[in-house]
């Protein structure tokens, strides 16, 4: 039987006439690292923050390493460690004295809180500055404190929230080989919430949510089966002429998108070449490969999740837009 | 235990800010000396003595010293809202330290830095002319502090409810300068109209106020200084007693106030 550390049975929170989380269930197992997926505004942070006794939850019920999140909640917040989507810091103290208030306040004992200060701080190589004050931080360094302030008190389960939102990809990689060493050594169960596809990829298991549902709940292998053959881009002088050509050859539907024209189609190398050959309409560029988590999305829920990518002005509009449509 | 140790660290994190911001030390020093030194020595040479011995700079040291300790408490409480806003907010109210704690922890912090500016106030006694023994300034300082905590906490419980900075600073103001004006820091409250009297016995802070006045020009049972509240003429402690239901009322309202918030 599997040690579930996270259980939600039935979670529903409720703004005024808004449904931001709509009945979900789910089990994360100890020492899982759970990925959490969903464009903004999916519910995720929204989740998070009722795991976490921020927010309370309109009904239903969570526990965390059987500690109930509305009853026992001072047991709940001894077990996790949380880096928030937003920055969480008191940018007027140092980042040592960030940290010193963290392991008063989560009474990391009197004994080994300097030794786990240092400790967290070279980790993520912020020993150096540790006695500047976190004002003069860059971003990055802002996030790998909160990061190592989340280790700090040994936490059962650690929660990330976007935790590399607006990081470079060099800061990124370096913040998830914390993450993958931190799991390795002291067991950690993570709990990740991102809208970037590749970095769930190092998930042992993903959820993927969409206003407020829970749409798919698997391993990303077993995820990216869903969408299973492989997947070729075309574009084309006439797009619309091409894509009735495609139905009548090949008896399958194209969509329309970002990239021209896309279908899927199993053994597509040894089909390429023939199509290339066979079709009668001009082809600009064609490009082959194999399913990716953004093609889960797509397929689950009809829309392209790098959409919500673009720019966070236009990320809102398109936002905004897709939710009337549905309206 | 765990929430002794989250109200001190609360406590501990207000006076390293405030130690870190030197300016603001020395900023919140200049609005009461150019109170004390402009209007009192203004006002002094035309007014005369008050009472015998004691001119208008002298009555008004004490309700100056009770304005910067009112001030600096109450507005404390735009601390609880910047944190909010920058996010620090968060960090705290996800620990395992009780929010009570954590509203009590605020208040004690906001009440010892305006303690600290109203000592740095205390300093300038002697340029005007004000005597102070060891034992007044061990008297004072108490009551400087319940002063400070009373105030602090109703910053504090504003804090909790309201979400805006300018909000929140537009209810400080409306609050604040009438507590102060109507607080008898500035004039005697004897023959005064009867809406003013009204309000001057309504406003807490001016059993705060009282009290220190009392302590540092005499405290006789004829002198000028004291309240006459329903045909009472209010002591020392009867004016103590006021303010500190007063604070223990709003404290707890702020810590009730704080454990409800999401």
Not at chain 1, 42 to 49: E, H, L, R
Not at chain 1, 111 to 140: A, C, F, H, P
Not at chain 1, 254 to 267: P, Q
Request: glycine share 8%; charged share 20%.
């Amino acid at each position: 039987m599997t040690d579930y550390i996270i259980k939600v049975e039935n979670l529903v929170k409720r703004f005024g006439d808004f449904v931001a989380v709509d009945d979900i269930s789910f089990s994360v197992a100890r020492g899982e690292i759970f990925g959490f997926l969903g464009p903004n505004g999916a519910g995720k942070t929204t989740t998070i923050n009722i795991l976490c006794t921020l927010s309370k939850p309109t009904s239903g019920r969570a526990t965390i390493d059987g500690f109930d999140v509305v009853r026992q909640h001072s047991q709940v917040r001894q077990s996790i460690g949380l880096v928030f989507q937003d920055p969480s810091l008191d940018e007027r103290l140092s980042g040592l004295q960030n940290l010193y208030f963290h392991a008063m306040v989560y009474s990391v004992p009197a004994s080994v809180r300097e030794q786990r200060i240092k400790q967290v701080l070279k980790m993520v190589e912020l020993w150096d500055r540790r006695n500047n004050q976190v004002r003069t931080y860059s971003g990055g360094m802002k996030r790998r404190l909160e990061i190592a302030r989340g280790l700090l008190h040994y936490p059962k389960v650690l929660f990330l929230d976007e935790p590399t939102l607006g990081l470079d990809p060099q800061t990124r990689n370096r913040i998830w080989e914390y993450i993958l060493e931190l799991r390795r050594r002291e067991g950690t169960t993570i709990f990740l919430t991102t809208h970037y596809m590749d970095e769930v990829e190092n998930a042992d298991r993903i959820a993927i949510m969409d206003y407020g549902k829970l749409v798919a709940i698997d391993t990303p292998e077993e995820l990216k089966k869903i969408v299973g053959k492989d997947i070729i881009s075309v574009k084309t002088d006439d797009d619309d002429k091409a894509a009735e050509q495609i139905r009548l050859c090949y008896r399958m539907d194209a969509r329309h998108d970002s990239n021209g024209l896309t279908f899927e189609i199993a053994n597509g190398e040894e089909f390429l070449p023939t199509f290339i050959r066979e079709f009668g309409t001009k082809i600009l560029s064609v490009s082959l490969r194999r399913p990716s988590l953004d093609d889960v999305f797509l397929k689950l829920t009809g829309r392209e999740m790098r959409e919500e990518e673009v720019s966070d002005i236009f990320k809102a509009m398109l936002h905004q837009h897709s939710r009337r449509r549905r309206r | 235990m765990n929430n002794l140790r989250g109200v001190y660290i609360i406590w501990y994190r207000d006076l390293l800010r405030f130690w870190h911001d030197k300016m603001r030390m020395i900023g919140s020093l200049i609005f009461p000396l150019l109170f004390l030194f402009v209007f009192g020595s203004g006002l002094s040479t035309r007014m005369g003595f008050l009472v015998p011995g004691v001119d208008f700079a002298q009555f008004m040291f004490p309700g100056i010293i009770g304005m910067t300790v009112l001030m600096s408490s109450f507005s404390a409480g735009i601390s609880v809202v910047w944190d909010r806003e920058l996010g620090f907010l968060k960090e705290v109210l996800v620990a395992p330290i009780s929010r009570a704690s954590v509203a009590m922890g605020k208040t004690l912090g906001a009440a010892t830095v305006a303690l600290l500016q109203g000592i740095a106030i205390l300093i300038f006694a002697p340029l005007i002319g004000v005597s102070l023994s060891v034992w007044t300034v061990l008297a004072l300082l108490p009551l400087m502090f319940l002063l400070a905590a009373s105030m602090g906490s109703l910053g504090i419980l504003l804090a909790a409810r309201i979400r805006s900075m300018e909000a929140f600073t537009a209810v400080m103001q409306l609050l604040m300068f009438p507590m102060v004006f109507l607080s008898g820091a500035f004039f005697p409250l004897q023959d005064l109209p009867v809406w003013m009297s009204i309000l001057v016995k309504i406003n807490p802070a001016t059993y705060g106020v009282a009290p220190i006045r009392q302590v540092m020009l005499g405290a006789s049972a004829d002198s000028p200084f004291g309240i006459n509240l329903l045909g009472h003429t209010m002591s020392i402690w009867d004016n103590v007693a006021v303010l500190a239901a007063f604070g223990v009322a709003m404290t707890i309202l702020a810590m009730w106030s704080f454990g409800n918030q999401e």
